[in-house]
């Protein structure tokens, strides 16, 4: 009986250690599940068409093409697995009564983060 509050604490310690691992995708280096959230500069009732896109470095992580014939009620997002670095989000926003797409392009790093809130600018 006495070994066993050691291994308890052994095991507690090893399943923290395990968790925190699985939750931070072990300190960046793993990609984990991350919510990206696109802040753009246009009045979202005017949006009729909206392509997202995440990238890592030169390669393409994410592409989602959206319409919306009444316009977005709220800050569209994305789900992407991704782990810690330089990154880039774009947004091409076509606009009701436009004759072509506005795009957006902003860096970011998600870190530990698991929700990434991006503030796009006007080009």
Known sequence: MKNRPGK????????????????????????????????????????????????GEEELLKREELEYPAGIVGEPSLKVPLSAGPHRAIANVWLMGAKGAIGFSAPFDPRGDEAIVIEMKKP
């Open 8 to 55: 308890l604490l052994v095991m507690a310690i090893v399943l923290g250690g395990g968790l925190l691992l699985w939750r931070t995708g072990a300190f960046g280096v793993f990609p984990t599940d991350r919510t990206i959230v696109w802040r753009l500069p246009v009045s979202y009732g005017e949006v009729r068409k909206l392509e997202l896109q995440v990238w």
